[in-house]
């Protein structure tokens, strides 16, 4: 990342595992409850506020 100097751990082979999982879940379309329950949130959130992305 840029602007980041400070050394970084690497993740755990564990991590990387559940990373490709929930990938795998979000191309497939079998989301489990959890995020199911994130994206409902999401979208309630973007309801109530504006969200603007500063590109700086």
């Given at each position: 990342m840029l602007g980041i100097n400070s050394p970084r751990e690497p993740i755990t082979p564990e991590f990387s595992k559940k990373i490709r999982e929930a990938l795998w879940r979000a191309?497939?379309?079998n989301?489990?409850?959890?995020?199911r329950n994130a994206i409902?949130?999401?979208r309630a959130a973007?309801?109530?506020w504006?969200?603007?992305w500063d590109a700086k």
């Open positions: 191309t497939t379309g989301l489990n409850a959890e995020e409902r949130r999401g973007r309801k109530k504006k969200i603007v």
